[in-house]
């Protein structure tokens, strides 16, 4: 029998208040447009900053806004725990993607106790197909506690 997906516990407003008092240099990377079960989507409004010769946006702008994506995904289901961090991250681009505006769709494959592994989709606001994929794994933050209850001896 399979487990029903895990509701969000924070809104897009409480998840964007967490970002701007503990993460405030994400300011610019994407706007969240949804929080869902088991995601998220973000869009990264582009700009002439995002650009790179031959008239397409960087790779490292899709890098950051996938990982910061999956990152908002992670936290709206985790509670806000900012000390979440990438531990495994990899990307495939898969086409030259349009100057238009990037949507990252960020998914949860997996939740656990210690790690957590997704795949996001970005995709151009100007196309139908995706433009990168990226599969991502984070290291959640051991429980308040945790390291005294694993160390009997203290």
Do not use: C
């Not at 900012?82 to 960020?106: Q, S």
């Not at 989709?121 to 290291?139: R, W």
């Amino acid at each position: 029998m399979t487990k029903p997906p895990r509701l969000p516990l924070m809104t897009p407003a409480a998840l964007q208040a967490l970002m701007a008092e503990t993460f405030p240099q994400s300011a610019g990377i994407g706007e969240i447009e949804e929080i869902h079960a088991m995601g998220a989507v973000v869009r990264h409004r582009v700009g002439p900053a995002d650009l790179r010769p031959g008239g397409t946006l960087s790779g490292p702008v899709m890098m950051a806004l996938a990982d910061y994506a999956f990152y908002l995904a992670l936290l709206a289901h985790i509670g806000p725990q900012p000390l979440a961090v990438t531990t495994g991250f990899g990307i495939n681009f898969l086409r030259k993607p349009p100057v238009a505006d990037l949507v990252a769709r960020a998914t949860l494959l997996k939740l656990g106790r210690r790690l957590a592994v997704g795949e996001v989709k970005i995709f151009s606001a100007a196309l139908a197909e995706p433009v990168a994929h990226a599969t991502v794994t984070y290291a959640l933050p051991a429980p308040a506690g945790a390291h005294e209850a694993e160390q009997p001896w203290k």
